[in-house]
């Protein structure tokens, strides 16, 4: 759980004439996770495809494209299929040319209409002017253009002109028509008078007859041209809905192909002899070799180098894998440490329940192999840090379905784990949400469950807006959570640096970080802290009690801390122990900020909505809360009028539902609106916030990251069978 999934380096070695055999029984147990070839045996060099492999990569673009041509999804797979090669020689010819052809008809349709769209545009403004289009040019003695501009200020511009004998001007919606005589034989008469001018030109299409008539015909052009458009794009959708299936078995089946045919690449070869080395868990190592020796019986060796230990790099290699190397190497099964360059990947060996945790440390990286993994601390803090800080009923039901969607609904792993994540948020969001008696922030299950079947007197926890000495608590309790959270951080620490780089190295920048906040902690929270009549937290005080002693232990601690971190990081250690002293620590009372800033948003929904009376007791009154375990005075109460008016009570708020039809509708808008806001916002504070506190406080105690991903040599096949 804490550590990968160990993994054994194996190696298989034999004559050239069984390789493919070889390839074939590797691919299908899907084990292998291949290492490349260094070029460290004497006499090996990297080995070249198998016959085929050009013919299968160029068979599988051919298919990709085909499947983008045709829009082809994994929704429109069928039942799977045996695919031979003789159908990929036929049947995706035949394909590929009434593909192809279609696609080339298609897009000389929509060249075409996209040029009948510009002439339409084009020959749009000169039906405004009412003029034949073939009256707009042909003349030899004047000058005509037609655009877009101010018609007023083209007549002044013309009228100045001394180039410019006569003119006239026709204008329609935005569009202008202009008829110059130049004085003379001035071929820019026209333009020199038109200089300054804000008018731009339109091409005069060449056309005769009314511009009326001539956009019409576009018009009519452009229907037929749609139409044939349309008709390409059904023969289109009908070759996707006849051939997908096909396509997607057949881009699986070349997939497959390419990808034994190429595997060579990542061997040793010669000429006569082959040597491939790879990862496989360890307690798969039996399995291997049956499947290997049933494909090719004594024509291949099979040997396990080494059995990785759980140790960095920097302290030993594998073998070579030459027979006596080999036989050196394994030495009877005991475990070899490895070389970082020639790590094994990374399989996290975590319980159904913590898998969807996988995905918030992968947020971060892989754990290395020697690394711990978090993974399951994510899981017993997040959605816990979650919950509490939201902690209601209905927010929780909330989110749980929204992790469910993204569960189901994706086939994206990681999403997948995520929603799984959010599920168990949700469920801690409900959890705490009964406890603290609130569903959507009103106390009815309070009411009805905590009073009305167990018979207590309020709901056994409260978050803090009307019951102060709880917001005291909790902020005190924040504390101890980051002690608590912290301190796993410093143990796996301990483990990771006392592996890598010794204990001493391991104490130092661990345990010294770890005894100066436990300490201070239990200075923090013994009554020897107390003797100056600082601030006290009551709940929490009475469940602790720690006498003086333990706070003069912890100061005592607290000072051996300094000193290994002063002696480990040098002066900056010395000025960073007040960040490993307290302020570490410190940062974890946003679990009660949020806390409380949440609660808080709901009350004023529901205050503005249903609107709240304050009840005064005539005595004070103590109520038990945890169960009995602690106890509180209270002198007021104030409830929502969510069934009932304030029965005679100070009304501190009215409500909008009280005040009228207007006031209903106007509720239910705020009721509604205001809860997602404070639903969303429990995503971006509650749950950033609690992020924050894995990565930034927990994370940067211990963890790196950097692993390799398990990738065994296979394919899982989805669209085709053997059988």
């Known amino acids: 759980m804490l550590r990968p999934e160990r993994m054994s380096k194996v190696s298989v070695a034999g004559s050239r004439r069984v390789l493919g055999d070889v390839i074939e029984a590797i691919h299908d147990l899907d084990l292998v996770h291949l290492s490349d070839y260094d070029g460290s045996i004497e006499g090996f060099e990297n080995g070249d495809p198998l016959e085929g492999a050009d013919e299968a990569s160029d068979k599988l673009v051919t298919v990709r494209s085909l499947k983008s041509t045709l829009g082809v999804s994994e929704e429109d797979a069928g039942p799977t299929r045996i695919v031979t090669d003789e159908a990929l020689e036929t049947e995706l010819e035949e394909i590929r040319v009434e593909v192809n052809e279609l696609d080339d008809r298609q897009s000389e349709l929509e060249d075409e209409l996209r040029a009948i769209e510009e002439r339409i545009d084009a020959a749009e403004p000169f039906a405004d002017l009412g003029i034949d289009l073939d009256l707009l040019s042909g003349y030899d003695s004047l000058q005509v253009e037609v655009g877009e501009g101010n018609a007023d200020a083209i007549r002044s511009a013309l009228q100045e002109s001394e180039a410019v004998a006569a003119f006239e001007l026709f204008t329609g919606d935005g569009t202008v028509g202009v008829f110059v005589r130049p004085r003379g034989d001035d071929p820019a008469a026209l333009d020199d008078a038109l200089v300054g001018v804000d008018f731009a030109r339109l091409e005069i299409p060449d056309a005769e007859g009314s511009p009326e008539s001539y956009v019409e015909e576009l018009r009519h052009e452009r229907q037929t041209l749609e139409s044939k458009l349309e008709n390409v794009e059904n023969e289109l959708e009908n070759l996707r809905l006849e051939h997908a299936g096909f396509l997607l078995a057949a881009e699986e089946k070349l997939a497959i192909d390419v990808q034994k045919t190429e595997v060579p690449l990542q061997f040793a070869t010669t000429e006569h002899a082959f040597v491939a080395e790879g990862w496989i868990p360890s307690g798969e190592y039996s399995t291997f070799v049956e499947h290997v020796q049933n494909a090719v019986g004594e024509h291949a060796a099979v040997e396990e180098l080494e059995v990785a230990d759980y140790e960095p790099s920097g302290h030993g290699h594998h073998a070579p894998a030459d027979e006596a190397s080999a036989e050196a190497a394994t030495d009877g099964g005991t475990s070899a440490e490895f070389d970082e360059d020639d790590s094994p990947p990374v399989i996290q060996d975590n319980p159904g329940p913590v898998k969807p945790f996988e995905a918030l440390t992968e947020v971060i990286n892989r754990p290395k192999y020697t690394e711990l993994d978090p993974s399951i601390v994510l899981f017993l803090t997040f959605p816990a840090f979650y919950g509490f800080m939201i902690g209601d009923l209905g927010y929780g039901i909330l989110y749980a379905a929204l992790g469910y969607w993204l569960y189901a609904g994706f086939e994206s792993e990681m999403i997948s784990k995520l929603g799984g994540v959010a599920m168990w948020a949700g469920g801690f969001t409900a959890l705490f949400g009964v406890l603290y008696g609130e569903i959507f922030g009103l106390h009815l299950v309070t009411e009805y469950l905590w009073h009305g079947v167990v018979g207590l007197a309020d709901a056994p926890l409260k978050k803090g807006l009307h019951v102060g000495a709880f917001a005291e608590l909790w902020l005190a309790a924040s504390l101890l959570f980051g002690v608590a959270h912290l301190a796993v951080g410093y143990m796996f620490g301990l483990v990771n640096e006392s592996r890598s780089h010794g204990l ?192 930034v406080e927990f994370f940067n105690k211990f963890y790196e990251g950097g692993g390799a991903k398990y990738n065994p040599f296979g394919y899982t096949r989805n669209y085709t069978t053997e059988d």
Not at 529 to 555: D, F, K, N, T
Not at 668 to 690: E, K, M, N, R
Request: glycine content about 14%; cysteine-free.
């Open 504 to 695: 001493k190295a391991a104490v130092t920048e661990s345990g010294g970080p770890l005894l100066l906040m436990a300490g201070v902690a239990a200075w923090l929270f013994s009554t020897h802290m107390q003797s100056g009549g600082g601030p006290r937290p009551e709940l929490l005080y009475r469940a602790l009690e720690l006498p003086p002693i333990v706070g003069i232990v912890g100061l005592g601690l607290a000072l051996v801390g300094l000193v290994l971190v002063t002696i480990g990081e040098g002066a900056a250690g010395f000025l960073e122990s007040p960040t490993y002293a307290l302020v570490n620590t410190v940062s974890y009372t946003r679990i009660a900020a949020v806390l409380l800033a949440k609660a808080g948003m709901a009350y004023v929904v529901n205050l503005l909505v249903f609107g709240a009376y304050e009840v005064h007791l005539k005595e004070p009154e103590t109520i038990d809360y945890m169960f009995g375990l602690f106890s509180t005075t209270i002198e007021h109460e104030t409830h929502f009028m969510v069934f009932s008016g304030s029965h005679g009570y100070e009304t501190l708020f009215p409500g909008l539902i009280h005040m009228g039809w207007g006031g209903v509708i106007a509720g239910v808008i705020v009721l509604v609106l205001g809860h997602l806001l404070v639903l969303a916002l429990g995503v971006t504070s509650a749950g950033l916030q609690t992020l924050r506190l894995e990565y």
